[in-house]
């Protein structure tokens, strides 16, 4: 069964005006799908997320992180939650099984404010970045092979390297990459690869 997989981040100062700035240096970081490229929706939650959004914009062409961000900005709330959506090209096997395409895979980016779900941030992440199911990285479901592990692989650099770069590049102080499995991606990854060693 596949778990979400998380990368959670924390700056040391996220107060109203420093939020949004920390969230765009991260969409910077983010490696967007060419087929599907950009900000694909927006939702601005007040809080909790009990609440109904007081916003959400749809934009089937995508539009820039840039102009996402300025969209948020218009709204800077320390009790609001921020998320925005974009997609990146991972490796998935095809419908047969025996060969494998780039497919744009969702991404959320939830931003919250310190004051948003009863200072959720701290548990989450001030930007809590929510991967998808840990399948993409695993890929439990397609027999192991030389390409399987290959792709694997490839699609578990491009994790670490958009997490790499978001510690180097946006301020954050803290990070962590986390499911709600008992076993950390890392040791799925082990278990997974070695079976074709």
Sequence with gaps: MPDPLYLSLWFPDFSGPEMLPHAFAI???????AQRPG?????????????????????PLGIDPGQAALLA???VHEDYAYVFEGSWDLWTPDLTKESWVLEPALVKFIVQGEEFDDRAYQQTGHVEVDFGPDSFFLQPETSLSEQTSEKIREN?????????????????SARLLWSESEESLAQKLIARLQRVQ
């Design 27 to 33: 969409l910077q970081q983010f490696p967007f799908s």
């Design 39 to 59: 900000i694909t929706h927006f939702a601005l939650h007040p809080v909790s997320w009990n609440e109904a959004t007081v916003l959400e914009r749809r934009f």
């Design 73 to 75: 900005a218009e709204t």
């Design 156 to 172: 578990v650099a491009k994790l670490v390297e958009f997490s790499k770069n978001v510690e180097k590049n946006s301020g954050t």
